[in-house]
């Protein structure tokens, strides 16, 4: 009897995980952030948009920019990210026209709905960031903004 109660004590230890690592603390509040946007688009008439959407619409946003470099900034590939853009424009969010300095080449310009979309998906995170502020207290909120800030400048 002995031997079972032991060996599934052992397996109940090993089943329980090690503290979170770096990416994993960076990844937990990133998800909330991303479910929260999406709820709050919906919440502001933005039924249409999907969590896939939100890597093309992510700060800064792909204003002027070619398809290439964005797929480059969402690490996406380009099939992907080409797709979700014929999705968007599709909705009217935002439109994809030929680049002046390059004929080949075409540029993403938003429409005044996908300027509404980003406008509102910075008022929901600065509605996170208040609430966070407020649980944290402002001068620890300030300091995990300053921190996230270099560590940004380091990876950039």
Request: no cysteine; glycine share 6%.
């Given at each position: 009897?002995?031997?079972?109660?032991?060996?599934?004590?052992?397996?109940?230890?090993?089943?329980?995980?090690?503290?979170?690592?770096?990416?994993?603390?960076?990844?937990?509040?990133?998800?909330?952030?991303?479910?929260r946007m999406l709820a709050g688009l919906h919440e502001r008439g933005y039924t249409d948009l999907?969590?896939?959407?939100?890597?093309?619409?992510?700060?800064?946003?792909?204003?002027?920019?070619?398809?290439?470099?964005?797929?480059?900034?969402?690490r996406m590939s380009k099939q992907a990210l080409n797709y979700l853009l014929g999705q968007l424009?599709?909705?009217?969010?935002?439109?994809?026209?030929?680049?002046?300095?390059?004929?080949?080449?075409?540029?993403?310009?938003?429409?005044?709905?996908?300027?509404?979309?980003?406008?509102?998906?910075?008022?929901?995170?600065?509605?996170v960031e208040a609430e966070w502020e407020k649980q944290l207290g402002a001068r620890q909120f300030?300091?995990?903004?300053?921190?996230?800030?270099?560590?940004?400048?380091?990876?950039?």
């Amino acid at each position: 009897m002995a031997l079972s109660s032991d060996f599934t004590q052992a397996r109940a230890e090993a089943a329980t995980p090690p503290p979170p690592l770096i990416g994993a603390l960076l990844r937990m509040p990133f998800e909330t952030v991303r479910d929260r946007m999406l709820a709050g688009l919906h919440e502001r008439g933005y039924t249409d948009l999907i969590a896939a959407h939100l890597n093309v619409l992510q700060y800064p946003g792909p204003e002027n920019q070619r398809p290439s470099e964005l797929a480059t900034q969402t690490r996406m590939s380009k099939q992907a990210l080409n797709y979700l853009l014929g999705q968007l424009e599709d909705l009217g969010y935002l439109t994809r026209q030929e680049d002046n300095a390059d004929q080949r080449s075409k540029r993403i310009h938003l429409t005044r709905r996908g300027h509404a979309a980003i406008r509102a998906i910075r008022e929901i995170v600065l509605e996170v960031e208040a609430e966070w502020e407020k649980q944290l207290g402002a001068r620890q909120f300030a300091q995990l903004r300053d921190l996230l800030t270099q560590l940004h400048a380091i990876t950039a």
